[in-house]
């Protein structure tokens, strides 16, 4: 919860100095495209070695938020988004598909740089927050880490309030979400770092 409070109260901070200076506020809304690492089953009887371990599939999911832009000179911006994100994944092997779920929150720190018109490239940290996470059929412990961090770059082309952009992100800190099977004493680890493509559609207000 009170990394929750941190990522309100870094983006509220940019809200007031936005009402100050000017910036542009908006709403998003978008789909992602990829995983969240691989899934690891460990037989801890037979000295932790690795029994399987698998790619997860890519899947679709989503996101949606809000965000400010402020041009800090006629090239150069500022843009903090704040955004709720399910990302999906799965999991294939042994003639059996595993979904995985994970629900958390965004908060993107970016800037950018127009090149030519509304072309516009940008990158930047993104903090993250999970907030829930489920593997289909195994009752999973909670990540690791629920705060995280990652990276994301991209490409946009901004025309007059309308905004479109894709870009890539993947999760800096290792992260992970376990449990144990009692029948079989296997460990199940599932890396929870986001791996994927975001396509975005925002909208100045």
Known sequence: MKNVLVLLILFS?????????????????????GDNG??????LTNAGNNLLSENADD????HIGVFLRGDI???FYLKPELQYTQNNSSYSFNNRELDYDL???????LAGVY??????????????????NNLEDVRLSDVKNE???GVQFGVGLQIKRLNIDLRYERGISENQAQSIDENTGQTIR???????????LALDL
């Open 115 to 132: 090149l030519l018109g509304p072309l516009h490239v940008f990158g930047g940290p993104s903090l993250q927050y999970i907030i829930d």
């Open 190 to 200: 599932v890396d929870s770092r986001p791996n994927q493509f975001i396509l975005s």
């Open 13 to 33: 901070s940019f809200t007031i100095i936005g009402q100050d200076k000017g910036l542009n506020f908006g709403v998003k809304a978008g789909l992602n495209y």
């Open 38 to 43: 691989k899934i690891e089953f460990t037989d």
């Open 73 to 75: 000179t006629d090239n």
């Open 59 to 62: 899947r679709v999911g989503y």
């Open 103 to 109: 629900k958390k929150l965004d908060l993107p720190i």
């Open 147 to 149: 705060f995280t961090v």
